[in-house]
T-cell receptor, first 111, second 116 residues
């Protein structure tokens, strides 16, 4: 069965605001998580990853937070732009390359 | 070149047809993957090849037959499919330096398959 899930199927934000997309996982032994962005008609695109020996990782305009105590991770997008509109998936990368995706959150950015 | 290419982009086939999906990467990656994605759903892993050997088969029906002719190419042979097999089929690759699969996967744009 699935080991990761997202809290909200859709999220609508105003351009320029910050976006927060949440994800929960069930396996406390999980140690590698990835956030993917999938635009319409395209394959998933890597955004940022985090391993269990970290609580936070930052990229360009994106931050991933990992709370191992409550088995929760989040993706924060700063100053959200129309080009950020897409479906966002959290995924657990298990040993052997088995990538288990959550259900996805569709982010809509209003101009 | 950080691209994974897939052909064809779209495919319509009857239930008695035999067709193949193709995937190619020139990043020197040694792991390649097939995923199936239904509309409004996340991708689901089907197969993993590591160093040209099949390492994971997620109990996929035998009407789907993967093939990895070399480290750059991955095929998915289709035979006697059902309408419920209609989906977006995604290919991905990763470096897999340690043969453990625990590194970033790069996805292709997918093949949109319709079975009539």
């Amino acid at each position: 069965g699935e080991s990761v899930g997202l809290h909200l199927p859709t999220l609508s934000v105003q351009e320029g605001d910050n976006s927060i997309i949440n994800c929960a996982y069930s396996n406390s032994a999980s140690d590698y998580f990835i956030w993917y962005k999938q635009e319409s008609g395209k394959g998933p695109q890597f955004i940022i990853d985090i391993r269990s020996n970290m609580d936070k990782r930052q990229g360009q305009r994106v931050t991933v937070l990992l709370n191992k105590t409550v088995k929760h991770l989040s993706l924060q997008i700063a100053a959200t732009q129309p080009g950020d509109s897409a479906v966002y998936f959290c995924a657990e990368n298990q040993y052997g390359g088995k990538l288990i995706f959550g259900q996805g959150t569709e982010l809509s950015v209003k101009p | 070149d950080t691209e994974v290419t897939q052909t064809p982009k779209h495919l319509v086939m009857g239930m008695t047809n035999k067709k193949s999906l193709k995937c190619e990467q020139h990043m020197g990656h040694r792991a390649m993957y097939w995923y199936k994605q239904k509309a409004k759903k996340p991708p689901e892993l089907m197969f993993v090849y590591s160093y040209e050997k099949l390492s994971i088969n997620e109990s996929v029906p035998s009407r789907f037959s993967p093939e990895c002719p070399n480290s750059s190419l991955l095929n998915l042979h289709l035979h006697a499919l059902q309408p419920e097999d209609s989906a977006l089929y995604l290919c991905a690759s990763s470096q897999d330096l340690k043969g453990q699969g625990v590194d970033e996967q790069y996805f292709g744009p997918g093949t949109r398959l319709t079975v009539t």
